[in-house]
């Protein structure tokens, strides 16, 4: 099977549609896996209740009949909105999701675009959603909204900076941009010349790897950097005025968003798609590449959300320090520890 | 009738006329935000009205009745039986306590004490409404700070006393177990051993929110020097319980005017202040508070002496002409009634001294210069229930 697979050629035309089709499937396949898994079932335990119960299996598919309900929910928009890009915000938040799919490989050959410069393209693209954040929040005409988008758009310019940096002591222990290379990298290393796991850059880059975490995890707007959408202050800030299908959208692109910086972070810290003990060239990984990034995806997330349903909110000014103040300097310490340590090993 | 008679064009009128049309009113000087009376972070009804410049509070003004029942007026036209039922309503998370002092009250202008094992209980059910009430402001602070988990902890063990209550009296929220005279029935069997294990709970539950919440260091960065009320600001403002203890006032009704019918002065217990009048220390000291009723709880368990829980008193209550007040030390603060009765079978005019209702009106004061997120801190950590504001 799998050299049949390796073979196959199709013309520009088919290959454009199945990737198009494929990361159609896959967004709101990934953020109906991380909604019921973490935010229904995991949440639920961890606050010692059971979660939805009637909804299929166990209550597995209460997204589903939420999602369904959404869509059935009239289109309101407010008096005072700006139509015109009240509509097309939600698009721009999602259309900023399906980009980063695009670089995120599940194996050598099962990835949509394998770009050169993926790290770079990932990092560009996730700032997309800063736009349509802003536009939701201005068009919606409600102050919550306003100060909710000006919220996320101070906090994730802010967070920007620490993941851009904490990025770059990997690719520079790497020596490549392109995701797939740093897959490779990570397996084929060797951590201060012992060879057993190859090299996972969690080992060598953890420092990296925590502010990449804590950066996510305010350009996802969770705990404890969820200030834009803080219900208890602003009402859910920039999301407050959006109803049925278009919150849906919303809620897609967080999850969905969340899926794929875990699976980035997977890849550039974790190995990505890649197994300790079987060759990176391996035509195994066809058929176990995509298990083994979703494995690593689900460790990453579970980290992402424990916190999330755990800590308080931070205030936005402390927030604001925490990035500039603690991490940027401390991403710039292990940019030059990395180095240093490359130039002597 | 106006010439309007499009829809749209009048509801913006009335808007106007209301000045409720916060959404599309950018004034060029700052910003008017209403907050509420719907907003999640205001327990219900309070309405709001801050004054920002980008973030920060120049003026904040709290706009209270919109749940506003008339009890004071509706118990003039009821029994004193009647008017027990529905102050159980005034703070609803902490019912058992409304009933005492009124009842104490009609029972110091009757002339009647009500029998050792009735003051007794009535002790313990008091204590464990405030166990009740307080847990939940742990919890939910905790929510309007962010921090989700914490709420379904506190609902998770306010269920253990709620349970008890229920058990004792009859109702989880609205007990209505107080008699002018003593108590309604005695306590069911094995309680005492029950309410053992319950209080233990919760003084494990309290532990459990030290270690999440109150020692959290986020949670210290969004309270610490935030809402700071100096003790005599805090004097002068009328504040009571908590609130004013956080400031440093050593003033408990408990210790320092505890009226005859309650029996704090058998139990071993101590008064927490703390010095620093801000956000965190009055979560602090109401955590305490909540182990040091658990412990009171605790011991008067042990020592409920034998006897009838009711007092002779005929079955048709005149309580006799007279005024009386009388004020205990309530979950959330002093909270008093005064009975004026003209010997009927109604009293004539009964004031009803709340504690959130004084402890709101400092909000004006201390939310000057605050940040909108600390507003949140302020309003959660005051912590008043819209059914003791507005009665």
């Not at chain 2, 927490?272 to 955590?287: E, I, K, M, N, Y």
């Not at chain 2, 009171?296 to 008193?313: E, N, R, S, Y």
């Amino acid at each position: 099977m799998t050299p049949m697979l390796a073979s196959f050629d199709p013309p520009y035309w088919l290959s454009t549609v199945i990737k198009v089709l494929v990361v159609g499937a896959v967004v709101p396949t990934t953020a109906l896996i991380l909604g019921v898994v973490f935010l229904f079932k995991i949440m639920s335990w961890m606050q010692s209740r059971l979660g939805p119960q009637e909804a299929g299996p166990r209550g597995l598919l209460q997204l589903l009949a939420d999602g369904v309900k959404f869509i059935q929910k009239e289109d309101i928009a407010p008096n005072g909105a700006d139509l015109w890009v009240f509509k097309a915000a939600p698009l721009v938040v999602l259309s900023s999701t399906l980009l980063l799919y695009v670089a995120l490989p599940a194996s050598a050959h099962l990835v949509v675009e394998d770009l050169d410069v993926g790290v770079f393209y990932v990092l560009a693209i996730s700032s997309l959603s800063v736009i349509g954040v802003l536009m939701a929040g201005w068009a919606s005409a409600n102050k919550y909204s306003l100060m909710g988008a000006l919220r996320a758009a101070g906090q994730l310019i802010a967070y920007e900076l620490p993941m851009v940096l904490a990025v770059i002591g990997v690719v520079i222990q790497a020596g490549t941009m392109s995701l797939n290379g740093i897959v490779f990298a990570q397996n084929g290393g060797a951590v201060f010349g012992w060879t057993g796991i190859g090299n996972p850059y969690i080992l060598t880059q953890f420092i990296g790897f925590f502010i990449f975490i804590a950066a996510v995890q305010a350009e996802l707007t969770q705990p404890p950097f969820d200030m834009p959408v803080a219900e208890s202050e602003i009402v859910s800030g920039y999301q407050v005025e959006y109803t049925g299908f278009r919150f849906l959208i919303f809620f897609l692109a967080e999850f969905a968003t969340a899926f794929v910086f875990a699976g980035i972070a997977a890849v550039m810290f974790l190995g990505g798609w890649a197994v300790p003990w079987l060759e990176a060239s391996s035509d195994w990984y066809y058929v176990l590449g995509p298990a083994v990034l979703f494995a690593k995806v689900m460790v990453v997330s579970f980290i992402i959300f424990w916190v999330r349903f755990t800590y308080p909110r931070l205030r936005e000014d402390q927030l604001q320090s925490f990035a500039w103040k603690f991490l940027i300097p401390l991403a710039l310490v292990n940019i030059v520890a990395t180095a240093v340590l490359k130039v002597v090993f | 009738m106006t010439a309007v008679s499009d829809p749209s064009q009048l509801s913006d009128l009335v808007a106007e006329a209301t000045d409720t049309r916060v959404n599309l009113d950018f004034e060029s000087e700052g910003m008017t935000l209403n907050m509420g009376p719907q907003h999640p972070a205001t327990h219900g009804t309070l309405r709001i009205v801050a004054k920002l410049d980008g973030e920060q509070v120049i003026s904040a003004e709290p706009i209270c009745g919109y749940m506003h029942r008339g009890y004071e007026k509706i118990v003039e036209v009821r029994t004193y039986p009647q008017i027990n039922a529905l102050i159980n309503r005034i703070d609803w998370l902490g019912s058992f306590a409304n009933e005492v002092p009124f009842i104490l009250a009609a029972e110091k202008l009757m002339g009647v004490e009500a029998p050792p094992r009735a003051q007794w209980i009535r002790t313990i059910l008091f204590e464990m409404s405030r166990v009740a009430n307080i847990s939940l402001f742990l919890g939910d602070f905790g929510l309007q700070l962010g921090g989700m988990t914490a709420g379904f902890y506190a609902f998770r063990d306010r269920e253990h006393v709620l349970n008890m209550i229920e058990s004792a009296t009859g109702g989880r929220f609205h007990p209505n177990f107080d008699r002018i005279g003593g108590l309604k029935d005695d306590l069911p069997k094995g309680w005492i051993a029950d309410s053992h294990v319950a209080m233990d709970k919760l003084l494990a539950f309290c532990d459990e929110m030290e270690d999440l919440l109150v020692g959290n260091e986020i949670f210290q960065s969004r309270t610490r020097g935030i809402g700071v009320i100096p003790a005599e600001i805090a004097l002068n403002y009328g504040l009571s319980g908590a609130n004013l203890r956080a400031s440093g006032v050593d003033w408990d009704l408990r210790r320092d005017g505890c009226p005859p019918g309650l029996v704090y002065d058998q139990a071993d217990w101590k008064v927490w202040t703390h010095p620093d009048g801000d956000c965190f220390a009055r979560t602090w000291v109401r955590l305490q508070e909540t182990r040091e009723a658990a412990k009171i709880v605790k011991q008067l368990l042990d020592t409920i002496p034998a006897g009838p829980v009711m007092a002779k008193v005929p079955r048709i209550i005149k309580v006799p002409e007279g005024e009386a007040y009388v004020a205990t030390e309530n979950p959330l603060g002093e909270m008093g009634y005064y009975i004026a009765s003209k010997g009927d079978l109604v009293p004539f005019r009964v004031k009803i001294r709340s504690a959130s209702f004084n402890n709101i009106s400092i909000v004006p004061w201390v939310a000057r210069g605050a940040y909108v997120p600390d507003l949140i801190s302020i309003l959660g950590s005051l912590y008043f229930i819209l059914g003791d504001i507005d009665r």
